[in-house]
Protein backbone atom coordinates (compact mmCIF):
# COMPACT_ATOMS: atom_id res chain seq x y z
CA UNK A 1 0.00 0.00 0.00
CA UNK A 2 2.68 2.72 1.03
CA UNK A 3 4.69 1.36 -2.18
CA UNK A 4 1.77 2.26 -4.41
CA UNK A 5 0.80 5.40 -2.37
CA UNK A 6 5.00 6.70 -3.39
CA UNK A 7 4.16 5.34 -7.30
CA UNK A 8 0.68 7.39 -7.60
CA UNK A 9 2.02 10.01 -5.75
CA UNK A 10 6.06 10.13 -6.80
CA UNK A 11 5.77 14.16 -8.39
CA UNK A 12 4.13 15.37 -5.24
CA UNK A 13 6.55 13.56 -2.80
CA UNK A 14 9.58 14.50 -5.10
CA UNK A 15 8.36 18.48 -4.78
CA UNK A 16 7.82 18.24 -1.36
CA UNK A 17 11.10 16.61 -0.27
CA UNK A 18 12.95 19.27 -2.69
CA UNK A 19 11.01 22.28 -0.84
CA UNK A 20 11.58 20.62 2.84
CA UNK A 21 15.55 20.35 1.53
CA UNK A 22 15.23 23.81 0.26
CA UNK A 23 13.71 25.20 3.39
CA UNK A 24 16.71 23.30 5.38
CA UNK A 25 19.27 24.54 3.46
CA UNK A 26 18.11 28.13 3.88
CA UNK A 27 18.33 27.86 7.77
CA UNK A 28 21.41 25.93 7.60
CA UNK A 29 24.90 27.83 8.64
CA UNK A 30 26.13 27.12 5.06
CA UNK A 31 23.64 30.27 3.57
CA UNK A 32 25.77 32.48 3.88
CA UNK A 33 28.28 31.76 1.80
CA UNK A 34 25.64 30.92 -0.78
CA UNK A 35 24.23 34.18 -0.23
CA UNK A 36 28.06 36.02 -1.43
CA UNK A 37 28.74 33.69 -3.67
CA UNK A 38 25.68 34.37 -5.82
CA UNK A 39 26.47 38.25 -5.43
CA UNK A 40 28.89 38.72 -8.49
CA UNK A 41 25.71 37.78 -10.29
CA UNK A 42 23.29 40.08 -9.14
CA UNK A 43 26.27 42.65 -9.99
CA UNK A 44 26.83 41.38 -13.22
CA UNK A 45 22.12 42.00 -13.89
CA UNK A 46 22.84 45.54 -13.13
CA UNK A 47 25.82 45.81 -16.04
CA UNK A 48 23.12 44.43 -18.41
CA UNK A 49 21.04 46.26 -20.81
CA UNK A 50 17.94 45.47 -19.00
CA UNK A 51 19.91 46.88 -15.98
CA UNK A 52 21.15 49.87 -17.32
CA UNK A 53 17.81 50.09 -18.94
CA UNK A 54 15.49 50.44 -15.87
CA UNK A 55 18.19 52.58 -13.67
CA UNK A 56 18.30 55.31 -16.93
CA UNK A 57 14.88 55.64 -18.20
CA UNK A 58 12.36 55.66 -14.68
CA UNK A 59 9.37 56.22 -17.24
CA UNK A 60 10.45 52.50 -18.51
CA UNK A 61 10.56 51.04 -15.44
CA UNK A 62 7.35 52.14 -14.58
CA UNK A 63 5.73 50.57 -16.98
CA UNK A 64 7.41 47.35 -17.42
CA UNK A 65 6.08 47.67 -13.52
CA UNK A 66 2.48 48.12 -14.86
CA UNK A 67 3.16 44.71 -17.07
CA UNK A 68 3.95 43.19 -14.19
CA UNK A 69 1.00 44.30 -11.82
CA UNK A 70 -1.64 43.43 -15.09
CA UNK A 71 0.56 40.10 -15.34
CA UNK A 72 -0.51 39.58 -11.32
CA UNK A 73 -4.04 40.62 -12.32
CA UNK A 74 -4.71 37.93 -14.81
CA UNK A 75 -2.73 35.22 -12.87
CA UNK A 76 -4.45 35.96 -9.62
CA UNK A 77 -7.71 36.34 -11.57
CA UNK A 78 -6.92 32.55 -13.21
CA UNK A 79 -5.99 31.46 -9.77
CA UNK A 80 -10.02 32.52 -8.71
CA UNK A 81 -11.70 31.27 -11.10
CA UNK A 82 -9.41 27.95 -11.29
CA UNK A 83 -9.43 27.28 -7.75
CA UNK A 84 -12.83 28.85 -6.99
CA UNK A 85 -14.53 25.98 -9.20
CA UNK A 86 -12.56 23.98 -7.27
CA UNK A 87 -13.77 24.73 -4.12
CA UNK A 88 -17.51 24.49 -5.37
CA UNK A 89 -18.31 28.69 -6.17
CA UNK A 90 -19.37 29.43 -9.86
CA UNK A 91 -21.92 26.42 -10.44
CA UNK A 92 -22.64 25.86 -13.63
CA UNK A 93 -19.25 26.29 -15.03
CA UNK A 94 -18.01 22.73 -16.14
CA UNK A 95 -15.24 21.72 -13.91
CA UNK A 96 -13.07 20.60 -16.47
CA UNK A 97 -13.11 23.22 -18.68
CA UNK A 98 -12.42 25.90 -16.24
CA UNK A 99 -9.55 24.18 -14.89
CA UNK A 100 -7.64 23.71 -17.79
CA UNK A 101 -8.49 26.73 -19.82
CA UNK A 102 -7.18 28.77 -16.71
CA UNK A 103 -4.23 26.74 -16.55
CA UNK A 104 -3.33 28.02 -20.13
CA UNK A 105 -4.04 31.62 -19.08
CA UNK A 106 -2.04 31.17 -15.72
CA UNK A 107 0.87 29.83 -17.64
CA UNK A 108 0.87 32.71 -19.81
CA UNK A 109 0.62 35.48 -17.29
CA UNK A 110 3.66 33.52 -15.18
CA UNK A 111 5.62 33.57 -18.24
CA UNK A 112 4.71 38.00 -18.17
CA UNK A 113 5.67 38.10 -14.55
CA UNK A 114 8.75 36.53 -15.19
CA UNK A 115 9.66 38.18 -17.75
CA UNK A 116 8.81 41.94 -16.25
CA UNK A 117 10.25 40.83 -13.13
CA UNK A 118 13.47 39.88 -14.24
CA UNK A 119 13.56 42.99 -16.46
CA UNK A 120 13.37 45.10 -12.86
CA UNK A 121 15.44 42.87 -10.47
CA UNK A 122 18.08 43.50 -13.32
CA UNK A 123 17.20 47.73 -12.68
CA UNK A 124 17.57 47.58 -8.81
CA UNK A 125 20.05 44.29 -8.56
CA UNK A 126 22.34 45.36 -5.57
CA UNK A 127 18.84 46.48 -3.51
CA UNK A 128 17.02 43.74 -4.15
CA UNK A 129 19.89 40.88 -2.78
CA UNK A 130 19.99 42.54 0.39
CA UNK A 131 16.63 42.64 0.67
CA UNK A 132 15.20 40.03 3.23
CA UNK A 133 11.85 40.04 1.26
CA UNK A 134 12.86 39.10 -2.04
CA UNK A 135 14.29 36.06 -1.21
CA UNK A 136 11.66 35.42 0.83
CA UNK A 137 9.39 36.01 -2.15
CA UNK A 138 11.93 33.51 -4.27
CA UNK A 139 11.30 30.67 -1.84
CA UNK A 140 7.31 31.67 -2.44
CA UNK A 141 7.89 31.72 -6.26
CA UNK A 142 9.68 28.10 -6.20
CA UNK A 143 6.52 26.83 -4.04
CA UNK A 144 4.16 28.10 -5.96
CA UNK A 145 5.92 26.84 -9.18
CA UNK A 146 6.24 23.42 -7.70
CA UNK A 147 2.73 23.42 -6.36
CA UNK A 148 1.30 24.19 -9.41
CA UNK A 149 3.23 21.94 -11.77
CA UNK A 150 4.32 18.94 -9.59
CA UNK A 151 1.15 18.54 -7.16
CA UNK A 152 -1.84 20.33 -8.22
CA UNK A 153 -2.32 19.76 -12.09
CA UNK A 154 -0.93 16.11 -12.08
CA UNK A 155 -3.82 15.60 -9.44
CA UNK A 156 -6.27 17.87 -11.51
CA UNK A 157 -5.38 16.12 -14.71
CA UNK A 158 -7.20 13.16 -13.51
CA UNK A 159 -10.70 12.45 -13.73
CA UNK A 160 -12.45 15.02 -11.27
CA UNK A 161 -15.59 12.84 -10.42
CA UNK A 162 -12.75 10.42 -9.15
CA UNK A 163 -10.60 12.83 -6.80
CA UNK A 164 -12.07 13.66 -3.41
CA UNK A 165 -13.77 16.96 -3.19
CA UNK A 166 -11.42 17.77 0.23
CA UNK A 167 -8.45 17.13 -1.81
CA UNK A 168 -9.95 19.09 -4.48
CA UNK A 169 -10.61 21.95 -1.72
CA UNK A 170 -7.43 21.41 0.23
CA UNK A 171 -5.25 21.77 -3.49
CA UNK A 172 -7.74 25.14 -4.26
CA UNK A 173 -6.95 26.76 -0.63
CA UNK A 174 -3.23 25.82 -0.66
CA UNK A 175 -3.38 27.30 -4.18
CA UNK A 176 -4.85 30.80 -3.51
CA UNK A 177 -2.67 30.78 0.20
CA UNK A 178 0.43 30.28 -1.57
CA UNK A 179 -0.33 33.18 -4.73
CA UNK A 180 -1.73 35.79 -2.38
CA UNK A 181 2.12 34.62 -0.49
CA UNK A 182 3.53 35.63 -3.76
CA UNK A 183 2.13 38.75 -4.38
CA UNK A 184 2.18 40.22 -0.71
CA UNK A 185 5.59 39.77 -0.49
CA UNK A 186 6.23 40.99 -3.72
CA UNK A 187 4.12 44.35 -2.94
CA UNK A 188 6.10 44.47 0.49
CA UNK A 189 9.57 44.64 -1.70
CA UNK A 190 7.92 47.75 -2.73
CA UNK A 191 7.69 49.39 0.79
CA UNK A 192 11.10 47.70 2.07
CA UNK B 1 -12.96 74.75 -11.75
CA UNK B 2 -9.38 74.04 -10.95
CA UNK B 3 -9.29 76.27 -7.47
CA UNK B 4 -12.74 74.72 -6.43
CA UNK B 5 -11.05 71.20 -6.66
CA UNK B 6 -7.64 73.03 -4.79
CA UNK B 7 -9.65 74.44 -2.30
CA UNK B 8 -11.56 70.99 -1.95
CA UNK B 9 -8.51 68.80 -1.35
CA UNK B 10 -6.69 71.41 0.82
CA UNK B 11 -9.72 71.08 3.57
CA UNK B 12 -9.83 67.25 3.29
CA UNK B 13 -5.88 67.98 3.68
CA UNK B 14 -6.49 69.55 6.98
CA UNK B 15 -8.98 67.17 8.59
CA UNK B 16 -7.58 65.02 11.17
CA UNK B 17 -8.11 61.67 9.57
CA UNK B 18 -6.49 62.49 6.32
CA UNK B 19 -3.16 63.62 7.87
CA UNK B 20 -3.48 60.29 10.68
CA UNK B 21 -3.66 57.84 7.83
CA UNK B 22 -0.64 59.71 5.52
CA UNK B 23 1.23 59.96 8.19
CA UNK B 24 0.76 56.39 10.29
CA UNK B 25 3.53 53.64 9.69
CA UNK B 26 1.02 50.76 8.96
CA UNK B 27 -2.30 52.01 7.85
CA UNK B 28 -1.50 53.53 4.64
CA UNK B 29 0.62 51.16 3.26
CA UNK B 30 -2.10 48.45 4.28
CA UNK B 31 -4.45 50.53 2.65
CA UNK B 32 -2.57 50.63 -0.94
CA UNK B 33 -1.39 46.68 -0.42
CA UNK B 34 -4.76 46.56 -0.69
CA UNK B 35 -5.62 48.29 -3.65
CA UNK B 36 -2.54 47.11 -5.92
CA UNK B 37 -3.69 43.09 -4.28
CA UNK B 38 -7.34 43.46 -5.38
CA UNK B 39 -6.43 43.46 -8.57
CA UNK B 40 -6.32 40.22 -8.74
CA UNK B 41 -9.89 40.20 -8.10
CA UNK B 42 -11.20 42.92 -10.00
CA UNK B 43 -9.13 43.06 -13.24
CA UNK B 44 -8.17 39.67 -13.23
CA UNK B 45 -11.47 38.30 -13.38
CA UNK B 46 -12.49 41.23 -15.86
CA UNK B 47 -9.92 40.68 -18.11
CA UNK B 48 -10.88 36.64 -18.50
CA UNK B 49 -14.54 38.07 -18.96
CA UNK B 50 -12.96 40.31 -21.58
CA UNK B 51 -10.67 37.39 -23.21
CA UNK B 52 -14.25 35.23 -23.97
CA UNK B 53 -15.48 37.90 -25.49
CA UNK B 54 -13.03 38.08 -27.74
CA UNK B 55 -12.65 34.43 -28.46
CA UNK B 56 -9.03 34.56 -27.03
CA UNK B 57 -10.08 32.37 -23.68
CA UNK B 58 -12.83 29.85 -22.64
CA UNK B 59 -14.30 29.47 -26.43
CA UNK B 60 -16.07 26.70 -25.00
CA UNK B 61 -17.59 27.60 -22.14
CA UNK B 62 -21.52 29.51 -22.18
CA UNK B 63 -20.23 33.55 -22.34
CA UNK B 64 -23.10 34.18 -20.12
CA UNK B 65 -22.73 31.63 -17.66
CA UNK B 66 -19.26 32.88 -17.42
CA UNK B 67 -19.78 36.15 -17.29
CA UNK B 68 -22.70 36.02 -14.37
CA UNK B 69 -21.05 33.72 -12.21
CA UNK B 70 -17.95 35.79 -12.73
CA UNK B 71 -19.71 39.05 -11.98
CA UNK B 72 -20.06 38.40 -8.48
CA UNK B 73 -16.47 38.05 -6.89
CA UNK B 74 -15.67 40.81 -10.06
CA UNK B 75 -17.84 43.19 -8.26
CA UNK B 76 -16.85 42.88 -4.93
CA UNK B 77 -13.32 43.25 -6.01
CA UNK B 78 -14.30 46.60 -7.35
CA UNK B 79 -15.84 48.46 -4.74
CA UNK B 80 -12.99 47.08 -2.61
CA UNK B 81 -10.84 48.95 -4.89
CA UNK B 82 -13.17 51.94 -5.22
CA UNK B 83 -12.90 51.95 -1.15
CA UNK B 84 -9.37 51.81 -0.68
CA UNK B 85 -8.58 54.44 -3.75
CA UNK B 86 -11.13 56.72 -1.80
CA UNK B 87 -9.26 56.18 0.80
CA UNK B 88 -5.48 56.95 -0.68
CA UNK B 89 -6.56 59.87 -2.03
CA UNK B 90 -8.18 61.10 1.01
CA UNK B 91 -4.95 60.55 2.65
CA UNK B 92 -2.75 62.62 -0.15
CA UNK B 93 -5.72 64.64 -1.58
CA UNK B 94 -3.71 68.01 -3.07
CA UNK B 95 -0.83 66.15 -4.64
CA UNK B 96 -3.82 63.46 -6.42
CA UNK B 97 -5.98 66.19 -7.18
CA UNK B 98 -3.21 67.59 -8.69
CA UNK B 99 -1.83 65.03 -10.70
CA UNK B 100 -1.79 64.55 -14.03
CA UNK B 101 -1.82 60.62 -13.83
CA UNK B 102 -5.01 60.59 -11.34
CA UNK B 103 -6.43 63.35 -13.74
CA UNK B 104 -6.36 60.74 -16.84
CA UNK B 105 -7.09 57.80 -14.70
CA UNK B 106 -10.03 59.07 -13.54
CA UNK B 107 -11.28 60.12 -16.94
CA UNK B 108 -10.67 57.00 -18.02
CA UNK B 109 -12.45 55.21 -15.15
CA UNK B 110 -15.40 57.22 -16.28
CA UNK B 111 -15.11 55.50 -19.87
CA UNK B 112 -15.00 52.10 -18.67
CA UNK B 113 -17.97 52.42 -16.31
CA UNK B 114 -19.65 53.94 -19.97
CA UNK B 115 -18.51 50.96 -21.65
CA UNK B 116 -19.33 48.40 -18.80
CA UNK B 117 -23.05 49.70 -18.87
CA UNK B 118 -23.43 49.91 -22.52
CA UNK B 119 -21.62 46.25 -22.48
CA UNK B 120 -24.24 44.73 -20.27
CA UNK B 121 -26.88 45.89 -21.87
CA UNK B 122 -26.25 44.98 -25.16
CA UNK B 123 -25.02 41.75 -24.22
CA UNK B 124 -28.49 41.19 -22.20
CA UNK B 125 -30.26 41.96 -25.65
CA UNK B 126 -28.39 39.38 -27.53
CA UNK B 127 -27.34 36.54 -25.29
CA UNK B 128 -29.40 34.00 -26.48
CA UNK B 129 -28.60 33.94 -30.15
CA UNK B 130 -24.44 33.69 -29.79
CA UNK B 131 -23.79 31.96 -25.93
CA UNK B 132 -21.90 29.43 -27.28
CA UNK B 133 -20.26 31.22 -29.96
CA UNK B 134 -16.45 30.99 -29.66
CA UNK B 135 -16.52 34.89 -30.04
CA UNK B 136 -19.32 37.48 -29.06
CA UNK B 137 -20.92 39.60 -32.06
CA UNK B 138 -18.40 42.47 -33.09
CA UNK B 139 -20.08 45.21 -31.24
CA UNK B 140 -19.33 43.40 -27.85
CA UNK B 141 -16.01 42.51 -28.82
CA UNK B 142 -15.31 45.87 -29.74
CA UNK B 143 -16.70 46.63 -25.72
CA UNK B 144 -14.30 44.27 -24.65
CA UNK B 145 -11.13 44.97 -26.22
CA UNK B 146 -11.94 48.79 -25.04
CA UNK B 147 -12.35 47.14 -21.68
CA UNK B 148 -8.84 45.50 -21.99
CA UNK B 149 -7.20 49.21 -23.11
CA UNK B 150 -8.15 51.35 -21.16
CA UNK B 151 -8.22 49.28 -18.21
CA UNK B 152 -4.08 48.61 -18.50
CA UNK B 153 -3.68 52.37 -19.42
CA UNK B 154 -5.68 52.93 -15.82
CA UNK B 155 -3.27 50.57 -14.03
CA UNK B 156 -0.48 52.10 -16.03
CA UNK B 157 -1.32 55.95 -14.92
CA UNK B 158 -2.17 54.37 -11.13
CA UNK B 159 1.73 53.39 -10.92
CA UNK B 160 3.21 56.89 -12.91
CA UNK B 161 1.15 58.51 -9.68
CA UNK B 162 4.12 58.09 -7.68
CA UNK B 163 6.58 59.56 -9.80
CA UNK B 164 6.62 63.31 -9.21
CA UNK B 165 7.94 64.10 -13.01
CA UNK B 166 4.52 66.86 -13.44
CA UNK B 167 4.21 67.67 -9.56
CA UNK B 168 3.05 71.32 -9.37
CA UNK B 169 5.85 72.00 -6.62
CA UNK B 170 8.32 71.74 -9.48
CA UNK B 171 8.99 74.25 -12.29
CA UNK B 172 6.30 73.00 -15.72
CA UNK B 173 5.32 74.03 -18.77
CA UNK B 174 1.98 76.16 -18.91
CA UNK B 175 0.50 72.80 -21.03
CA UNK B 176 1.08 70.54 -18.15
CA UNK B 177 0.52 73.22 -15.31
CA UNK B 178 -3.12 73.70 -16.94
CA UNK B 179 -3.65 69.47 -17.49
CA UNK B 180 -2.58 69.20 -13.69
CA UNK B 181 -4.50 72.29 -12.45
CA UNK B 182 -1.97 74.06 -10.75
CA UNK B 183 -2.64 77.46 -8.54
CA UNK B 184 -0.52 79.77 -9.00
CA UNK B 185 0.89 80.94 -5.14
CA UNK B 186 -0.59 77.77 -3.80
CA UNK B 187 0.95 76.78 -0.38
CA UNK B 188 0.06 73.41 -0.32
CA UNK B 189 1.10 70.17 -2.47
Not at chain 1, 25 to 37: K, N, P, Q, R
Not at chain 1, 101 to 111: E, V
Not at chain 2, 98 to 125: D, E, P, Y
Amino acid sequence: MIFSLILNYRKTLCSGLFFVVLVSFLFSESITSSHLAVLPIFEWMETTWFGVAGKTWGALFAVVQAGHLIGLGVLGGSVIASDGRLLGLFKGLPMRLVVDRCHSIFTWSLGLLVATGIFMACGVAIKIYYMPVYWYKMLALTLGVLFVFFIRKPIVDRDLDQVSPWLLRLLALSSIMIWFTVAATGRWIGFS
Amino acid sequence: MNQLIYNAAVWLDNTEWSTRIHESYYLYNWIESTHVLTLMLSLGILFLIDMRMLGWAFADISANKLATRLNTPMLLGFVVMFVTGILLVYAVPVRSAQSVWFRIKIGLLIICAINALLFHRKMTASIGSWDFEPRAPKALRVGALISLITWSVIVICGRFIAYDWFDCNYPQSDLIRGIAGCIDGQTQF
